[in-house]
């Protein structure tokens, strides 16, 4: 397929999203990117704005499995992994696939799991597999989390570590629709949702060939300079007491060529970079103890970090 038709293919996909999910094709746009690069999604927003509904919008759209995961304090590892069950015809444990065995795998209100379960999905999230009893069981391929969490209700939830944290490539909120959204919502939840007129857009085959042509976008020098000092800046910033790591590097690189290559362009420019640093930094910086204690957020962190480090002047190959 053309770079063109795949292309076409991407931005069908996101229209059809935007004809589900009212007002949020940017929002829309940045979860592609992520999973493009090969990254995971946390969506971090108040209840009611349609978290939920955008992942279960690009599960139907696209030709792939999918899963849904209700976050509770006594969900179990198992209970996202799967584990070992007794076949009672051979008298044998056999591994019994959980939920996580989809090609998209929505997990809401995570941080209503404990740390333990939690943990659980590192493995997922970054080696694609799974380890029980010692054997190891690969995940299907292409393969995506999309996690959704509260950052207004606090009780009975249990923040994520920064490890799990750094397993999210682009964290991102839907925020409220503006009048007119808002007004077409109730015109559409008036009448009954028909979901069968939701038809797949893609599959496995067409999402990895996305994948493949948004990788071979241009990274040039001045993009990637800024790229790196920007993730080395909040190394060294007086109120981030743990910065970006190399691995975050990496995949900003691979996330600023997805979109480039969702906006049609060949090349990654400093803009490009800009606009995807407080969704790829943001959630990833840890406040020091005096910051934290001025309730300084991640995402003021990010936007002092950008403030400190020079746009380079754009060049294209």
Same mark, same amino acid.
């Given at each position: 397929m053309a770079q063109?038709?795949? /292309?076409?293919t991407a931005h069908q996909l996101l229209d059809e999203i935007d004809r589900w999910v009212l007002g949020k094709r940017r929002q829309a746009r940045l979860l592609l990117t992520a999973w493009l690069a090969g990254g995971h999604v946390l969506l971090d927003d108040v209840p009611g704005v349609a978290k939920t509904r955008l992942a279960r919008t690009v599960a139907r759209l696209t030709d792939l499995s999918f899963a849904r995961v209700q976050g509770t304090p006594d969900l179990l590892p198992q209970d996202i992994t799967g584990g070992p069950i007794y076949n009672m015809k051979t008298g044998e444990l056999v591994f019994r696939p959980g939920p996580v065995f989809h090609h998209i795998v929505l997990v809401d209100e995570i941080n209503r799991t404990t740390p333990r379960t939690q943990a659980a999905l590192l493995e997922c999230m970054e080696e694609r597999q799974v380890t029980a009893d010692g054997v190891t069981h690969p995940l299907p391929d292409p393969f995506l989390v999309i996690a959704t969490q509260n950052p207004v209700e606090m009780e009975?939830?249990?923040?994520?570590?920064e490890a799990e944290l750094d397993r999210f /490539?682009?964290?991102l909120s839907l925020g409220y629709p503006d009048a007119a959204d808002?007004?077409? /919502?109730i015109d559409n939840f008036s009448r009954p949702e028909d979901w069968s007129q939701a038809k797949p857009v893609l599959d496995a085959d067409g999402l990895r060939r996305l994948q493949e042509a948004a990788q071979t976008v241009s990274l040039n020098d001045a993009a990637l300079d800024y790229l790196v000092a920007l993730c080395r800046q909040t190394r060294e910033h007086p109120l981030v007491a743990l910065g970006a790591s190399p691995r975050t590097t990496v995949r900003f690189a691979q996330a600023a060529r997805a979109w480039a290559f969702l906006e049609g362009r060949t090349f990654v420019t400093p803009d490009d970079i800009k606009l995807l640093a407080p969704h790829i930094l943001g959630h990833r910086l840890q406040p020091s103890s005096a910051a934290a204690?001025?309730?300084?957020s991640g995402q003021l962190l990010v936007d002092q970090v950008l403030q400190s480090v020079p746009v380079p002047v754009e060049q294209t190959p």
């Open positions: 063109d038709e795949l /292309l076409s009975g939830t249990f923040p994520l570590p /490539l682009i964290s808002e007004r077409r /919502l204690v001025s309730r300084v």
